[in-house]
């Protein structure tokens, strides 16, 4: 299976700040990775796919890129409603694997 | 509206089965493929496996082999999703989450989830 390796497991932030997370895959996975963002008690929320394609209607402040197997997800000027957690997953092989999460959290 | 709309929470005990139910609503099912995605408590995602609406063929992870089985119902545009032989480590959160059609497979992610359905298993 791929393992998908995402840190930070949480971080401290503030409105107005930029946010990186970062996943790296344990072999090739080409451009398939997506990110998720999911609040408490809520289904996950797809924001990118293809590593850095914006889902239908995800505001542009959320970004990413890839170098190799090392792939990171940002925020830039982080807003109230962004503290949430964020998954990585990669759709590249089977079994699909994610990423431990990152719970983004108020300074 | 597009939405997939699942069954409600179920309590069993160690050693039963349980059957979720995933209903497409405001798009064609048999367009869009179906995963399904566990999460027990304080814990990560985990994939389940997935679903042609159309054939009905499958693929589920390696983990889940022999234990589970994923059917669907074209007529009312549900799948659904059996687990047997519950444990207490199967006590998570079930989604279901469309997948649009796409080449190569898979590319542009989970889209749309369904709002999940709790399992516990105790006994």
């Known amino acids: 299976d791929i393992q998908m390796t995402q840190s930070p497991s949480s971080l401290s932030a503030s409105v107005g700040d930029r946010v990186t997370i970062t996943c790296r895959a344990s072999?090739?996975?080409?451009?398939?990775i997506n990110w998720y963002q999911q609040k408490p008690g809520k289904a996950p929320k797809l924001l990118l796919y293809?590593?850095?394609t914006l889902q239908s209607g995800v505001p542009s402040r959320f970004s990413g890129s890839a170098s190799g197997t090392e792939f990171t997800f940002t925020i830039s000027n982080l807003q109230p409603e962004d503290f949430a957690t964020y998954h990585c997953?990669?759709?590249?092989?089977?079994?699909?694997?994610f990423g431990q999460g990152t719970k983004v959290e108020i300074k | 509206q597009m939405q997939v709309v699942q069954s409600g929470a179920e309590v069993k005990k160690p050693g039963a089965s349980v059957k979720v139910s995933c209903m497409a609503a405001?798009?064609?099912?048999?367009?869009?493929?179906l995963h399904w995605v566990r999460q027990a408590p304080g814990q990560g995602l985990e994939w389940m496996g997935w679903?042609?609406?159309?054939?009905?063929?499958?693929k589920y992870a390696q983990k889940f082999q022999g234990r589970v089985t994923m059917t669907r119902d074209t007529s009312i545009s549900t799948a659904y999703m059996e687990l047997n032989r519950l444990t207490s480590d199967d006590t998570a959160v079930y989604y279901c989450?469309?997948?649009?059609?796409?080449?190569?497979?898979?590319?542009?992610?989970?889209?749309?989830w369904g709002q999940g359905t709790t399992v516990t298993v105790s006994s």
């Open positions: 293809a590593t850095s």
């Open positions: 072999q090739t996975i080409g451009n398939s």
């Open positions: 405001g798009y064609n099912f048999t367009n869009y493929g």
């Open positions: 679903i042609n609406p159309i054939s009905g063929s499958t």
């Open positions: 997953q990669q759709s590249y092989g089977l079994p699909q694997t």
């Open positions: 989450a469309r997948d649009p059609p796409s080449v190569p497979a898979f590319y542009y992610g989970m889209d749309v």
